[in-house]
């Protein structure tokens, strides 16, 4: 029997794969989605890590993505690993990019968060479903 971390780390490797074989472009439920592969390293493990995750172009090379974890009640593995490693890379479309990734806060956070509900209104769903703050990364180009 698995459990839901092994049905998670499925349905990553799965969205990998078709994001790859599309030439970056997201099939299923996520068609026509802003979706990334965000490559971060393991804080405890030191291993590579890959997460799809939807993302909010700021322009200039720089992009958003939140780490809802769907509304659970802790932040996603990616988030803890960026924060201790800062530096990362992410497929868009078919191009690999580096970034540096910082917690957005205050105003810069509420513009970027309530642009990102109001453009996916599952992220006003996730926000309800947990009493933690929804953190906005922000991924500045290298």
């Known amino acids: 029997m698995s459990s839901p971390i092994d049905e998670l780390h499925e349905w990553n490797r799965k969205m990998v794969e078709e994001f790859r074989a599309n030439g970056g472009k997201p099939g299923g439920p996520f068609?026509?989605?802003?979706?990334?592969?965000?490559h971060t390293i393991g804080a405890r493990t030191g291993e590579e890590r890959i997460n799809p995750l939807m993302?909010?172009?700021?322009?200039?090379?720089?992009?958003?993505?939140?780490?809802?974890?769907?509304?659970?009640?802790?932040?996603?593995?990616?988030?803890?690993?960026?924060?201790v490693n800062p530096n990362v890379?992410?497929?868009?479309?078919?191009?690999?990019?580096?970034?540096?990734?910082?917690?957005?806060?205050?105003?810069?956070?509420?513009?970027?968060?309530?642009?990102?509900?109001?453009?996916?209104p599952s992220f006003a769903d996730f926000e309800e479903m947990t009493i933690r703050q929804i953190p906005v990364v922000i991924l500045e180009p290298k």
């Open 89 to 120: 890379s992410a497929e868009i479309g078919s191009e690999s990019r580096r970034f540096r990734a910082s917690t957005a806060l205050g105003e810069e956070r509420e513009e970027v968060w309530s642009r990102q509900k109001l453009r996916f």
């Open 55 to 83: 993302y909010q172009d700021l322009m200039n090379g720089k992009v958003a993505v939140f780490a809802t974890a769907n509304g659970a009640p802790t932040h996603p593995d990616w988030y803890y690993n960026l924060v």
């Open 31 to 38: 068609a026509g989605s802003p979706l990334l592969l965000l």
